[in-house]
């Protein structure tokens, strides 16, 4: 079955270390999106993007980065994690056209940054 | 995006009909009501979504008022895996598709 998929599903790193949280899809979705929740924020858009190498920036990118290389993966990097960006990150996919605002969603990854 | 507005939270019993209320009183005639939900610890599930007429799937179904306004997710079976967070998003689509905006939603508890 088709289905989308994180690794890793914990995480712990520390200040100013480079992180990239992997997600991949089999869906052939062209839009992919990462998400961050946190407590009394609910979720925030970090990135997403509409194909292969499209990326755009959502509410909350600073910090972070994306790029879109194949139609399967869209990896998200923190450059230099900082502790704010403690929190559990979803990726999710669409598919292109009507139905472009139904997301299926991954388990997620929690990550500490100490 | 329209605002929604959702109680913090509601209770039903098992084997009873859910209804859960949303208000989106600034929703434009070209903007979709999308519900997903999210139980503990694991990502969000899409679950029913509608423009203007009432909808039905396997899940749930979706009341639109006639002014759409307001709508209404029904769960017509709870059980005790139904509860979760469900969060009532209005989309626009066009240069804004896919962009989600996730509110505090409402924290559905289900009793035996």
């Known amino acids: 079955d088709a289905e989308i998929t994180q690794s890793p599903r914990h995480k712990i790193t520390e200040t100013g270390r480079q992180v990239t949280l992997a997600c991949h899809q089999t869906?052939?979705?062209?839009?992919m999106f990462w998400y961050r929740q946190d407590l009394g924020h609910g979720l925030r858009l970090i990135h997403y993007s509409y194909g292969v190498h499209d990326t755009n920036k959502g509410e909350v990118s600073d910090g972070y980065s994306v790029s879109r290389s194949n139609t399967e993966d869209l990896p998200l990097t923190l450059e230099s994690a900082a502790s704010s960006q403690t929190s559990v990150y979803f990726c999710?996919?669409?598919?292109?056209?009507?139905?472009?605002?139904?997301?299926?969603f991954g388990p997620g990854t929690r990550l500490t940054v100490l | 995006d329209a605002k929604t507005t959702q109680p913090t939270s509601m209770d039903c019993a098992e084997g009873r009909a859910a209804n859960l209320p949303c208000n989106h009183s600034?929703?434009?005639?070209?903007?979709?009501v999308y519900w997903y939900r999210q139980i503990h610890s694991q990502g969000p599930q899409y679950i029913i979504h509608?423009?203007?007429n009432n909808e039905t799937n396997e899940m749930a179904s979706l009341i639109i008022t006639e002014d759409r306004k307001s709508s209404t997710l029904i769960l017509p079976h709870a059980t005790l895996r139904d509860t979760a967070v469900y969060y009532c998003i209005v989309t626009l689509g066009g240069t804004s598709y896919g962009k989600l905006t996730f509110g505090q939603g409402t924290i559905l508890t289900v009793h035996p």
């Open positions: 999710a996919s669409s598919p292109l056209g009507g139905r472009t605002d139904t997301q299926y």
């Open positions: 869906w052939n979705h062209n839009n």
């Open positions: 600034t929703i434009s005639g070209n903007e979709y």
């Open positions: 509608g423009l203007k």
